[in-house]
């Protein structure tokens, strides 16, 4: 089992820099990958950003490529989402995923069904 802790959401401007944090607990941090997801009110979950156990690799959405950065501290068993030039399409409750299944494809992760576990959720909006 993986706990996800998800925080950092808040209102913000367009054009703004936020970072969501997701703390793990549960089990050894490096032995999982990890990604975050969005939902705006009424559309489905979608894929934001992930980051492999092996290799640390990287895969990104379109929408959010160059403006969005994930990375983790194993340390702080911690995974980070900073997110720059923030735009109003980007307002959504922001979710954290871990998932032990491994793949070298790019866009293996951008299914939910791949990922195992979720945390709660913290809401970003952004206005205009």
């Known amino acids: 089992q993986v706990q996800l802790v998800e925080s950092g959401g808040g209102v913000m401007q367009a054009g703004d820099s936020l970072r969501l944090s997701c703390a793990a607990s549960?089990?050894?941090?490096?032995?999982?990958?990890m990604g975050w997801f969005r939902q705006a009110p009424g559309k489905e979950r979608e894929f934001v950003a992930a980051?492999?156990?092996?290799?640390?690799?990287?895969h990104y959405a379109e929408s959010v490529k160059n403006r969005f950065t994930i990375s983790r501290d194993n340390t702080k068993n911690t995974l980070y989402l900073q997110m720059d030039s923030l735009k109003p399409e980007d307002t959504a409750v922001y979710y954290c995923?871990?998932?032990?299944?491994?793949?070298?494809?790019?866009?293996?992760?951008?299914?939910?069904?791949?990922?195992?576990?979720w945390g709660q959720g913290t809401q970003v909006t952004v206005s205009s």
């Open positions: 980051l492999s156990w092996i290799g640390n690799r990287t």
């Open positions: 549960g089990h050894p941090f490096t032995s999982y990958a």
């Open positions: 995923a871990a998932t032990f299944k491994y793949s070298p494809e790019s866009d293996y992760y951008t299914y939910r069904s791949r990922w195992d576990y």
